[in-house]
């Protein structure tokens, strides 16, 4: 039997400081072979975020049933640390995009950072990102990492607003040196960037108030608004991290509701792969620990698509650049490359 009013039901509404959720799903089953470094590394991705992050952020880990070690150092930093306020421990490995799905479903803020486990945030990443959400209020998923190869990777509506709201250019990288840092650290038998990926990359602005940021991003490290989580699929994923699964949850819906896809123009992260080197550790001393605050909160950043006719007119400008080499040269040597391949 029930005695008396559960008190909760007198105040209903639920109400949050923080805007900014960061979420990592963590994969490390044991600390030997291929995941050797793999403990440490995550220690550098989780510390370098305790030391960037503003007030107003929160963190979630979901551990995919990891090593006892990981499991206990999430559990400890879960004790001492107000930012890290959720985990979640599975014995099953239900992959990334369910670890995902769980957080970003389950939490209120409007922006949301999904971020491999081995990746060293750099300061001044989340203001960067947030602001390329206040200027450009249509951007549905923006990168702190930059890529000169991703401009045509499900960016229609990123076409028809740089063309008929905005303006495309190319611009010099800003930071070169991160960006093959990046390639290296895939650890492909051949790199992914070519020399002029390395001086060029296509930029969106913002006539407006003259926003720019990089066309299209990667999803190892990437903040969406959350409505890309709330109207994408209700159906879980059965596959880990293979077979384009986060094109199906992350890229289509992202896409389908009329939001681009940027990144920022400097580098503000690295992904550090398996392997720990001497960089890594001289790159995490740089940062420092700051009372960092935010004057802003969820109202300020809009769900704001394109229009049905924007991404219309977008899928079809896409769909050309990316089928036609002829189309695709001559509008990029138009907006400033001029080289003959990209």
């Known amino acids: 039997m029930r005695i008396g009013i559960n008190p909760a039901k007198e105040n209903k509404e639920i109400s949050i400081e923080s805007y900014h959720r960061v979420v990592i799903p963590v994969y490390i089953p044991n600390l030997n072979g291929y995941f050797v470094n793999s403990f440490e590394i995550f220690k550098l991705c989780l510390e370098s975020i305790l030391l960037t992050i503003h007030s107003k952020t929160r963190i979630t880990i979901y551990n995919n049933n990891s090593h006892k070690s990981v499991k206990e150092y999430i559990d400890s930093k ?4 107000e930012f890290v306020d959720q985990v979640f421990h599975s ?14 479903k389950g939490n209120l803020e409007p922006l949301i950072t999904i971020s491999d486990a081995d990746v060293l945030f750099k300061q001044n990443w989340q203001q960067a990102v947030e602001e390329i959400f206040l200027n450009i209020p249509e951007a549905g998923m923006v990168s702190p990492v930059p890529s000169s190869k991703v401009y045509k990777m499900f960016t229609g509506n990123n076409w028809y607003y740089g063309f008929f709201k905005g303006r495309l250019l190319f611009q010099e990288v800003v930071d070169s040196v991160a960006m093959h840092k990046f390639d290296l650290s895939l650890g492909n038998d051949k790199l992914m960037y070519e020399p002029i990926h390395l001086k060029k990359y296509l930029v969106l602005k913002n006539k407006k108030n003259s926003q720019e940021a990089v066309m299209g991003c990667g999803h190892f490290v990437a903040t969406l608004k959350r409505q890309v989580f709330d109207y994408g699929s209700n159906q879980p994923a059965f596959v880990k991290i293979v077979g384009g699964v986060e094109r199906s949850y992350i890229d289509t819906p992202n896409e389908k509701l009329g939001l681009l896809r940027l990144a920022t123009k ?13 960089w890594m550790y001289e790159e995490f001393k740089k940062l420092k620990k700051e009372q960092l605050d935010s004057n802003y909160n969820a109202n300020d950043f809009k769900y704001t698509p394109v229009s049905k006719f924007g991404k219309f007119i977008g899928k079809i400008l896409l769909k050309l650049i990316s089928k036609s080499k002829f189309l695709r040269l001559k509008i990029l040597n138009k907006l400033g490359l001029n080289f003959n391949s990209y």
């Open 78 to 81: 879960y004790g001492e640390s």
């Open 91 to 104: 014995k099953e490995n239900l992959g990334k995009i369910n670890a995902i799905l769980a957080a970003s």
């Open 266 to 278: 400097e580098n503000y992260a690295y992904h550090l792969g398996n392997h720990l080197e001497n």
